[in-house]
């Protein structure tokens, strides 16, 4: 395997941009780190032989200045009225978790996640996916209210992140409006406890890293790759389809566990409306989710596959196979250990 020393170092501070942010004890700490954090990633995305990494590159690079502009703005006038910010705190706590969701991708300030996603390779999808919401996240929960304006946010994240991805051709698309629906089922979690977003993040991260392996292994960016990559190949198939059916939250797989406790906490805080949004957005997810590997199970193509299946690294192959076992068994397996503890 080819190393790049460069890669390596980009991505060294890339981790350590995102330690420093979530560790340090005052804001300007928290800046410096964001700042490093989009440095380092700005050359991971650059990849000579995609012509749409430029323009993703240019595009998150704006965004995330903006974003960071819009939050040293607000950290100066904290520092410069203090007295202003004591008294008006819901008016701070709004400021700082606009400019943290605008650097997530939350909806409505999801605008650019979808087009930035569709420039990426999958290895670093699954970066801005998964790595890239750890600090915007960690900040968030420090200064996270049960507000007006987070029940908004919550509400049009997982409305858009489900009705978004009916129309999409592109996986990459796909992928990134069900990453807006989880940040959406994220941000509830928050409300519920810290423990709880951390556990659904996590396992929505094994289930990302599944599911773009295995695109990634077979190198599909549309649905209708899919379709003829999938369709004489049973046990690629039939793993796809499990992992996306847990990434969908749907029993007995291991997806469902963290969005069974979400419904069952925020039920018992009477927020019903909510969750019944939730639910409701979450079968609109389940199906987009499906629409990818169904009619491969329904048809058989005669076309030629676009991908032997011979060429595909069978290491990598046994990685997906694992990662699909812990998905499909691990709410049982959760199940069992709870009851014996």
């Given at each position: 395997m080819f190393i790049?020393?460069?890669?390596?170092?980009?991505?060294?501070?890339?981790?350590?941009?995102?330690?420093?942010s979530i560790t340090s004890t005052s804001w300007l700490g928290v800046w410096m780190g964001?700042?490093?954090?989009?440095?380092?990633?700005?050359p991971l995305m650059t990849n000579t032989k995609n012509i749409m990494s430029t323009e993703a590159s240019l595009k998150y690079f704006l965004i995330q200045a903006l974003a960071s502009a819009l939050l040293l703005f607000v950290i100066i006038l904290m520092s410069s009225w203090p007295n202003l910010f004591l008294t008006q705190n819901n008016l701070f706590n709004t400021m700082i978790s606009s400019t943290l969701m605008l650097k997530m991708g939350a909806a409505p300030f999801h605008f650019w996640f979808?087009?930035?996603?569709?420039?990426?390779?999958?290895?670093?999808?699954?970066?801005?996916?998964?790595?890239?919401?750890i600090a915007p996240l960690m900040l968030l929960s420090y200064v996270l209210d049960s507000t007006v304006f987070i029940s908004f946010i919550i509400l049009t994240s997982i409305i858009i992140g489900s009705l978004g991805g009916l129309n999409q051709s592109s996986l990459r698309k796909l992928m990134a409006y069900s990453s807006i629906n989880h940040v959406g089922w994220m941000i509830s979690a928050m409300m519920v406890g810290e423990n709880m977003w951390e556990l659904y993040f996590l396992i929505y991260t094994l289930l990302s890293l599944s599911i773009v392996l295995m695109f990634n292994l077979f190198e599909v960016h549309h649905i209708n790759q899919n379709f003829l990559t999938l369709s004489n190949n049973r046990n690629s198939k039939t793993l796809m389809f499990l992992l996306l059916l847990s990434l969908g939250g749907l029993p007995p797989f291991l997806g469902f566990l963290p969005k069974w406790l979400i419904i069952q906490t925020l039920s018992e805080l009477n927020y019903q409306f909510t969750v019944v949004i939730m639910v409701v957005t979450t079968l609109i997810t389940l199906f987009y989710y499906l629409r990818l590997t169904f009619t491969?199970?329904?048809?058989?193509?005669?076309?030629?596959?676009?991908?032997?299946?011979?060429?595909?690294?069978?290491?990598?192959?046994?990685?997906?196979?694992?990662?699909?076992?812990?998905?499909?068994?691990?709410?049982?397996?959760?199940?069992?250990l709870y009851y014996m503890l």
């Amino acid at each position: 395997m080819f190393i790049n020393p460069a890669k390596i170092l980009f991505t060294s501070t890339l981790m350590l941009g995102t330690l420093i942010s979530i560790t340090s004890t005052s804001w300007l700490g928290v800046w410096m780190g964001l700042e490093i954090n989009l440095l380092s990633f700005i050359p991971l995305m650059t990849n000579t032989k995609n012509i749409m990494s430029t323009e993703a590159s240019l595009k998150y690079f704006l965004i995330q200045a903006l974003a960071s502009a819009l939050l040293l703005f607000v950290i100066i006038l904290m520092s410069s009225w203090p007295n202003l910010f004591l008294t008006q705190n819901n008016l701070f706590n709004t400021m700082i978790s606009s400019t943290l969701m605008l650097k997530m991708g939350a909806a409505p300030f999801h605008f650019w996640f979808p087009g930035v996603m569709e420039g990426l390779s999958w290895m670093n999808c699954l970066i801005l996916m998964t790595w890239q919401k750890i600090a915007p996240l960690m900040l968030l929960s420090y200064v996270l209210d049960s507000t007006v304006f987070i029940s908004f946010i919550i509400l049009t994240s997982i409305i858009i992140g489900s009705l978004g991805g009916l129309n999409q051709s592109s996986l990459r698309k796909l992928m990134a409006y069900s990453s807006i629906n989880h940040v959406g089922w994220m941000i509830s979690a928050m409300m519920v406890g810290e423990n709880m977003w951390e556990l659904y993040f996590l396992i929505y991260t094994l289930l990302s890293l599944s599911i773009v392996l295995m695109f990634n292994l077979f190198e599909v960016h549309h649905i209708n790759q899919n379709f003829l990559t999938l369709s004489n190949n049973r046990n690629s198939k039939t793993l796809m389809f499990l992992l996306l059916l847990s990434l969908g939250g749907l029993p007995p797989f291991l997806g469902f566990l963290p969005k069974w406790l979400i419904i069952q906490t925020l039920s018992e805080l009477n927020y019903q409306f909510t969750v019944v949004i939730m639910v409701v957005t979450t079968l609109i997810t389940l199906f987009y989710y499906l629409r990818l590997t169904f009619t491969a199970f329904l048809f058989s193509y005669t076309e030629l596959k676009l991908h032997s299946s011979s060429h595909y690294n069978p290491a990598l192959y046994h990685l997906v196979l694992m990662l699909t076992s812990i998905s499909t068994l691990g709410l049982p397996i959760s199940s069992v250990l709870y009851y014996m503890l």
